[in-house]
């Protein structure tokens, strides 16, 4: 374990939670099973061994918790609208927190779950993808956001990002981490949050003001008739080539998107969702290829101003 992974020396955390973590019989999890998964995961990043991790939380009771949250993530739409809950704002109520990248960094986000007030019927979370990777907690950062997730569907969301991809898994050390955690049944829990990832939404917008994706803007995707076929009286569609120019897509493109892929297509009909993943805003004006990633677009300000006068927006 590196340094910049190694855990926080542990100052409120002096002895073992109540573990191994057992699923509840009728299956609905409660705030005081999300407690007690939290002060697990806590207290075992700083005082065992990663491969100790299915002590704690044995591998049935991570299979029960990825497919009910599968179950719930496969049923929202690409673009989830959501409504700021109500609430005492001097208290912090009715707040949507919007949160970033956490990759693996399991203590960053109980901070800031503490920090910010923890989710609640008054208190909205929306998390931007990029949960795994990079960090040494990556499985224990995701299946508590997961747990949140199943605990308050409608408080909690939880969008895709780029990391979330068989590709990206594989290069920056999630897999990894995963086979050594759970050893002979690694891959099953690898496969396992791979189905999990394709099920993520790619974008919210919220309070029918603010979008929010992991990446940015993306394109539409028309086609365009190709030369007649001798023989036939019908013709085939295309995709438009390299040199067709760029224009943005729409929400109802977005929303008719095909999200469940492990690694978002290069080519081909499918491109949104590459964009709303790997996209990146510039400076310059106009839409771009993003030739330094090789998926996904470059977005200027004309962009972002048309985007969000077209649909009455605010932030982007």
Known sequence: MSPENSPPAADSVSSSPNIPISWPPDGSLTREWIDDLTAAFEWSSRNLLPSDLPSVFPFDVLHHLVLAASNILHQEPNCVHIDPPAGDEARGGGRVVVVGDVHGQLHDVLFLLRDAGFPSEER?????????????????????????????????????????????????????????????????????????????????????????????????????????????????????????????????????????????????????????????????????PNKERGIGLLWGPDCSEYFLSKYQLKVT
């Open 124 to 288: 909205t979370f929306v998390f931007n993808g990029d949960y795994v990777d990079r960090g040494a907690w990556g499985l224990e950062t995701f299946l508590l956001l997961l747990a949140w997730k199943v605990y308050l569907p409608n408080r909690v969301f939880l969008l895709r990002g780029n990391h979330e991809s068989k590709y990206c898994t594989s290069m920056y050390g999630f897999e990894k981490e995963v086979i050594t955690k759970f050893g002979n049944l690694g891959q099953q829990v690898y496969r396992k949050c791979l189905r999990c990832f394709e099920g993520l939404p790619l974008a919210t917008i919220i309070a029918s003001c603010v979008y929010t994706a992991h990446g940015g803007l993306f394109r539409t995707v028309a086609v365009i008739p190709s030369k007649r076929l001798k023989g036939k009286k019908g013709r085939k569609l295309r995709s438009p080539t390299g040199r067709a120019s760029l224009k943005l897509g729409s929400l109802e493109e977005l929303s008719r998107a095909r999200r469940t892929v492990l690694d978002p297509p290069l080519e081909g009909l499918n491109l949104i969702p590459g964009d709303v993943l790997w996209s990146d805003p510039s400076s310059s004006m106009g839409l771009s």
